[in-house]
């Protein structure tokens, strides 16, 4: 018989005496569900958060802001910058000719009644604003009118602050009614108040936009983009591809929690580790037996050791798709609140980690025990009791 | 005590398994420790501050508070210091470091003297309006020491001599206030702490940018009237230019806590997974233990053991290791603790100062006997039903 045949016939008789064995693999499936549990919940928020910031078609923009800063702070656009920012080549044109850019403005509303600090925040858009977002779809209302002194509420903004249209939100020059709801595909806007830019600015006695958002005509126009105004001596703005400042933005707010959430996933697994060994040597001594006959018979040390790493790797495994269950039914898209409303996200890829980590950990684990299993004798293991 | 050789004893029948279950409880210990320290610390870093501070700041984003206010707001009824508190943001001589100095007036020194900055400080910034003070993380990360100097640029025309480069030397350090630079003003915001005085800016500044501040800071003679005074305040200013918004520090922190990641609530749901994942492997480890010593247990029987010295063997069997565990967890947990405080100062990571608390290890040894006792549950079930001539005979 072929050493694979023989790996075969070991593991499906390891694997059918799993049903006697039953409560020791049940703690490594839970323990593994555990681990990987733990990681995929910790990290759904990542992705969420990622998600939501990262649009597929931002592959494709560019954002300019004023200065040197890391981020769009200082909101000191000027018209005149703006107006040499749309002058720029690379950027692709509307249907009515103009260029397909957004100048936005970005402001953080006082406190609504029952919050002590205020987290809502207002985005100013222009005629671009809404050509830039294809996915945005007023729900309730109606869409805020060019000139007037009327905003739309994102989903996510809505249900957290109870904004609903008829609402109202302070501004400095009064209170502001909101006249719709929109969505906008999971996308971070809908966790603002959206208004008409030049409207909002001049309630606000602000001069200055926070951003302007490009649609380049292709990724390659980048290049020849950035190099325009940032050689520009007239200009003094930063530019970053959309995805990359994303990339910073929601980094920005994960970072810290994606490298804790791999360190507590390093130390569960190191316990998980330790737990598989010691149950793994139970189950190589609960069967020694078993395997000095398999071997009396014939089969080869290789294939006892394998199946033991097979059981190991199978109950892992096992663990690892309960775990990712529990943690896809427990807070896949569920909404969260970081700075701006976004749900959380229990991916494929998710899934895939945490079974790769589960198998890693339980392959580490049972390859002692499958050490002890291939140097059996034949002879002493069918004396044991 | 009499019966610990006993429960010794039967604890390393299979040496091997033993130090590997002690190993797996430890590390799942050492986990629950970590988050029992890193939930504390986030508390901490609320409860440090206190209700009887107040933030006031422009209701709607504006250019700065006048620091004409300051008077106005120092003669409203309970208010027992004003100061002023402006921050100024760019990079440093290398572009990608961004660097925010925080400038300060007098008045800061009565209105907020947790600010971690003895008498000597105060005196030195007094005397030396171009110099600042960094926390000790600021200054690890930046590698600076006493006496050298710090620039920050920004854009251009940012002071009145028409540069954009403000040069500050080092008068010293100053240790990180609990719970600063959460992240709590959002993306982009630099944590490092940085205090300068705020004449410095007033001489340097730009004509138009002077006179203002951020944030006015309000010490309150009683905590329970912090939000009776903050009504007052904005009332007062209502129809001022700009109108005014306050809010305790303390209402205000624990808001902001609410809108970043909830680590306090993470931290004890991952505790609970960690210990859910043991008791799993204890109860399963007893169970075992139990069953392959059946004949023993039926032997004491045998020999006049009543259910309760039985059980009692069993208990302890169990509660032994998980125990021991949570002793060695702890300890590691402490370690981890000092390390992740000792990366959080070095600027390494952003988070709040972790410190090991006799609560922690208290928590611990109170889930280690839980987990003990509950693992036990399931052998003394099985050894009340056992029939002790079966078993004695082999059966």
Same mark, same amino acid.
């Given at each position: 018989?072929?050493?694979?045949?023989?790996?075969?016939?070991?593991?499906?008789?390891?694997?059918?005496?799993?049903?006697?064995?039953?409560?020791?693999?049940?703690?490594?499936?839970?323990?593994?569900?555990?681990?990987?549990?733990?990681?995929?919940?910790?990290?759904?928020?990542?992705?969420?958060?990622?998600?939501?910031?990262?649009?597929?078609?931002?592959?494709?923009?560019?954002?300019?802001?004023?200065?040197?800063?890391?981020?769009?702070?200082?909101?000191?656009?000027?018209?005149?910058?703006?107006?040499?920012?749309?002058?720029?080549?690379?950027?692709?044109?509307?249907?009515?000719?103009?260029?397909?850019?957004?100048?936005?403005?970005?402001?953080?509303?006082?406190?609504?009644?029952?919050?002590?600090?205020?987290?809502?925040?207002?985005?100013?858009?222009?005629?671009?604003?809404?050509?830039?977002?294809?996915?945005?779809?007023?729900?309730?209302?109606?869409?805020?009118?060019?000139?007037?002194?009327?905003?739309?509420?994102?989903?996510?903004?809505?249900?957290?602050?109870?904004?609903?249209?008829?609402?109202?939100?302070?501004?400095?020059?009064?209170?502001?009614?909101?006249?719709?709801?929109?969505?906008?595909?999971?996308?971070?806007?809908?966790?603002?108040?959206?208004?008409?830019?030049?409207?909002?600015?001049?309630?606000?006695?602000?001069?200055?936009?926070?951003?302007?958002?490009?649609?380049?005509?292709?990724?390659?126009?980048?290049?020849?983009?950035?190099?325009?105004?940032?050689?520009?001596?007239?200009?003094?703005?930063?530019?970053?591809?959309?995805?990359?400042?994303?990339?910073?933005?929601?980094?920005?707010?994960?970072?810290?929690?994606?490298?804790?959430?791999?360190?507590?996933?390093?130390?569960?697994?190191?316990?998980?580790?330790?737990?598989?060994?010691?149950?793994?040597?139970?189950?190589?001594?609960?069967?020694?037996?078993?395997?000095?006959?398999?071997?009396?018979?014939?089969?080869?040390?290789?294939?006892?050791?394998?199946?033991?790493?097979?059981?190991?790797?199978?109950?892992?495994?096992?663990?690892?798709?309960?775990?990712?269950?529990?943690?896809?039914?427990?807070?896949?898209?569920?909404?969260?609140?970081?700075?701006?409303?976004?749900?959380?996200?229990?991916?494929?890829?998710?899934?895939?980690?945490?079974?790769?980590?589960?198998?890693?950990?339980?392959?580490?684990?049972?390859?002692?025990?499958?050490?002890?299993?291939?140097?059996?004798?034949?002879?002493?293991?069918?004396?044991?009791? | 005590?009499?019966?610990?050789?006993?429960?010794?004893?039967?604890?390393?029948?299979?040496?091997?398994?033993?130090?590997?279950?002690?190993?797996?409880?430890?590390?799942?210990?050492?986990?629950?420790?970590?988050?029992?320290?890193?939930?504390?610390?986030?508390?901490?870093?609320?409860?440090?501050?206190?209700?009887?501070?107040?933030?006031?700041?422009?209701?709607?984003?504006?250019?700065?508070?006048?620091?004409?206010?300051?008077?106005?707001?120092?003669?409203?009824?309970?208010?027992?210091?004003?100061?002023?508190?402006?921050?100024?943001?760019?990079?440093?001589?290398?572009?990608?470091?961004?660097?925010?100095?925080?400038?300060?007036?007098?008045?800061?020194?009565?209105?907020?003297?947790?600010?971690?900055?003895?008498?000597?400080?105060?005196?030195?910034?007094?005397?030396?309006?171009?110099?600042?003070?960094?926390?000790?993380?600021?200054?690890?990360?930046?590698?600076?020491?006493?006496?050298?100097?710090?620039?920050?640029?920004?854009?251009?025309?940012?002071?009145?001599?028409?540069?954009?480069?403000?040069?500050?030397?080092?008068?010293?350090?100053?240790?990180?206030?609990?719970?600063?630079?959460?992240?709590?003003?959002?993306?982009?915001?630099?944590?490092?702490?940085?205090?300068?005085?705020?004449?410095?800016?007033?001489?340097?500044?730009?004509?138009?940018?002077?006179?203002?501040?951020?944030?006015?800071?309000?010490?309150?003679?009683?905590?329970?009237?912090?939000?009776? =005074?903050?009504?007052?305040?904005? !009332? $007062?200013?209502?129809? +001022?230019?700009? /109108?005014?918004?306050? *809010?305790?520090?303390?209402? %205000?922190?624990?808001?902001?806590?609410?809108?970043?990641?909830?680590?306090?609530?993470?931290?004890?749901?991952?505790?609970?997974?960690?210990?859910?994942?043991?008791?799993?492997?204890?109860?399963?480890?007893?169970?075992?233990?139990?069953?392959?010593?059946?004949?023993?247990?039926?032997?004491?029987?045998?020999?006049?053991?009543?259910?309760?010295?039985?059980?009692?063997?069993?208990?302890?069997?169990?509660?032994?290791?998980?125990?021991?565990?949570? =002793?060695?967890?702890?300890?590691? !947990? $402490?370690?981890?603790? +000092?390390?992740? /405080?000792?990366?959080? *100062?070095?600027?390494?990571? %952003?988070?709040?100062?972790?410190?090991?608390?006799?609560?922690?290890?208290?928590?611990?040894?109170?889930?280690?006997?839980?987990?003990?006792?509950?693992?036990?549950?399931?052998?003394?079930?099985?050894?009340?039903?056992?029939?002790?001539?079966?078993?004695?005979?082999?059966?």
């Amino acid at each position: 018989m072929s050493e694979l045949r023989q790996i075969a016939a070991v593991c499906r008789v390891g694997i059918g005496s799993l049903r006697g064995r039953y409560p020791p693999a049940l703690v490594v499936v839970i323990g593994m569900a555990c681990v990987v549990g733990v990681l995929a919940s910790m990290l759904s928020l990542t992705a969420g958060l990622t998600q939501a910031y990262l649009r597929p078609e931002d592959a494709t923009r560019a954002v300019v802001w004023s200065g040197t800063a890391n981020f769009d702070q200082s909101r000191s656009l000027h018209r005149d910058t703006v107006a040499t920012v749309l002058d720029a080549p690379g950027i692709a044109k509307g249907a009515d000719g103009a260029p397909l850019a957004d100048a936005e403005f970005l402001m953080r509303l006082p406190p609504l009644e029952g919050f002590a600090a205020g987290s809502l925040q207002l985005r100013g858009v222009g005629p671009a604003g809404l050509a830039l977002r294809p996915a945005f779809r007023i729900v309730a209302g109606h869409m805020f009118r060019e000139g007037t002194r009327e905003l739309v509420a994102g989903v996510g903004a809505a249900r957290k602050f109870g904004l609903s249209v008829g609402s109202t939100v302070q501004l400095r020059d009064g209170r502001w009614p909101v006249v719709g709801v929109f969505s906008c595909g999971t996308d971070i806007i809908e966790s603002y108040v959206v208004g008409d830019a030049d409207t909002v600015m001049a309630a606000a006695r602000r001069r200055g936009f926070a951003q302007v958002i490009a649609q380049l005509t292709d990724a390659g126009a980048y290049a020849q983009f950035r190099t325009w105004l940032t050689e520009n001596p007239a200009l003094a703005v930063s530019v970053e591809r959309k995805t990359d400042y994303d990339l910073r933005v929601s980094g920005a707010n994960t970072a810290f929690f994606t490298h804790m959430a791999y360190l507590i996933g390093a130390i569960m697994a190191l316990g998980a580790l330790c737990g598989i060994v010691k149950i793994m040597f139970a189950a190589v001594r609960a069967r020694t037996r078993e395997i000095g006959t398999l071997r009396a018979i014939g089969f080869g040390a290789v294939p006892v050791a394998a199946s033991v790493l097979v059981e190991a790797a199978l109950l892992g495994v096992l663990g690892a798709l309960l775990g990712a269950a529990c943690a896809w039914l427990a807070f896949d898209g569920r909404e969260m609140w970081v700075w701006g409303a976004f749900r959380l996200r229990v991916s494929a890829s998710l899934v895939a980690l945490g079974i790769l980590w589960a198998l890693v950990t339980s392959l580490l684990g049972g390859l002692p025990p499958a050490l002890r299993a291939a140097r059996l004798l034949p002879a002493a293991a069918l004396r044991a009791e | 005590m009499k019966h610990l050789p006993l429960v010794w004893a039967a604890l390393w029948r299979n040496r091997t398994e033993s130090v590997l279950t002690l190993l797996a409880l430890s590390v799942a210990f050492a986990l629950f420790g970590t988050m029992i320290t890193l939930n504390a610390a986030y508390e901490r870093a609320i409860d440090d501050t206190r209700l009887d501070r107040l933030l006031v700041a422009c209701r709607f984003e504006c250019g700065g508070l006048p620091v004409a206010y300051r008077g106005q707001l120092a003669r409203i009824g309970g208010v027992v210091g004003v100061g002023g508190v402006l921050w100024l943001g760019g990079h440093e001589q290398d572009a990608r470091h961004q660097i925010t100095v925080m400038f300060v007036d007098e008045g800061v020194r009565l209105a907020w003297p947790e600010l971690p900055m003895t008498q000597a400080d105060w005196r030195a910034l007094d005397a030396s309006p171009a110099g600042v003070f960094l926390s000790e993380s600021a200054a690890a990360r930046r590698q600076v020491r006493v006496g050298d100097t710090v620039s920050l640029t920004t854009g251009p025309g940012g002071r009145a001599d028409g540069g954009d480069t403000w040069f500050f030397t080092v008068l010293g350090m100053i240790p990180d206030p609990p719970g600063w630079g959460q992240g709590s003003v959002g993306p982009g915001w630099n944590p490092d702490l940085i205090v300068g005085n705020l004449r410095y800016f007033e001489a340097s500044s730009r004509l138009d940018e002077r006179d203002v501040v951020i944030v006015f800071r309000l010490a309150i003679d009683r905590a329970e009237h912090a939000r009776e =005074v903050c009504r007052e305040i904005e !009332a $007062r200013f209502t129809n +001022a230019s700009p /109108a005014l918004y306050c *809010v305790p520090a303390r209402d %205000d922190a624990e808001e902001l806590a609410d809108a970043t990641i909830n680590m306090r609530q993470i931290s004890l749901g991952i505790g609970a997974a960690g210990l859910f994942m043991i008791l799993f492997l204890c109860a399963n480890g007893m169970a075992e233990s139990v069953r392959e010593r059946l004949p023993e247990f039926g032997v004491l029987k045998t020999l006049g053991y009543e259910d309760g010295r039985i059980a009692t063997l069993v208990v302890l069997e169990a509660i032994v290791p998980t125990v021991l565990a949570a =002793v060695i967890g702890s300890a590691l !947990a $402490r370690a981890a603790s +000092a390390l992740v /405080a000792h990366l959080a *100062v070095k600027g390494v990571i %952003d988070m709040p100062e972790m410190r090991a608390s006799p609560a922690a290890f208290g928590w611990a040894l109170a889930a280690a006997l839980l987990i003990g006792a509950l693992s036990a549950l399931v052998p003394l079930h099985r050894l009340r039903r056992m029939d002790v001539a079966a078993v004695v005979a082999g059966r």
